[in-house]
């Protein structure tokens, strides 16, 4: 059974007398598991203020890129662009190209090749060796 005056930690048991408040009264705990108790609370105070004031200063960050955000968004506001009219296309073209004319934009390069050249042998000759070299 336990003594009355005995500390009363709870995870082993201590013979130790419990310690005694300054009104006279005891405490539950030993003078050696209270400084051990009152230690790990100040290492868990100092965390709990330190996470604290990273959330503040996280906070603060935010409410600032929201603000700048937010007056970025006025600026632009403030400088809208009126789009501008387009003219109406031009319809009297009076070239005579056929859709056939412009197939040639619509092949690849791999059928490019295998096109004949409208150049003379030897201007293509020249242009072989004129770009080969570069």
């Known amino acids: 059974m336990v003594d009355a ?3 009363q930690y709870v995870y082993k048991t201590c013979t130790n007398a419990r ?5 006279g009264s005891a405490h539950r705990l030993c003078a050696f598991h ?6 790990l609370q100040k290492v ?17 960050v935010q409410r600032k890129q929201q603000k700048e955000l937010a007056d970025a968004l006025k600026a632009a506001d403030a400088f809208k ?15 005579d190209f056929s859709i056939d004319d412009f197939s040639i934009l619509l092949l690849d390069d791999a059928m490019l090749t295998k096109h004949t050249t409208l150049l ?15």
Request: proline share 3%; charged share 40%.
């Open 5 to 7: 005056s005995q500390c």
């Open 19 to 23: 310690s005694v408040k300054k009104d």
């Open 34 to 39: 209270r400084q051990k108790a009152n230690a």
């Open 44 to 60: 868990y105070a100092t965390k709990r203020r330190r996470e604290m004031r990273t959330q503040r200063k996280a906070l603060v």
């Open 81 to 95: 662009v009126e789009p501008i009219a387009l003219d109406e296309p031009q319809t009297d073209c009076d070239d």
């Open 120 to 134: 003379a042998d030897e201007d293509e000759a020249y242009f072989s060796q004129l770009f080969a070299t570069f």
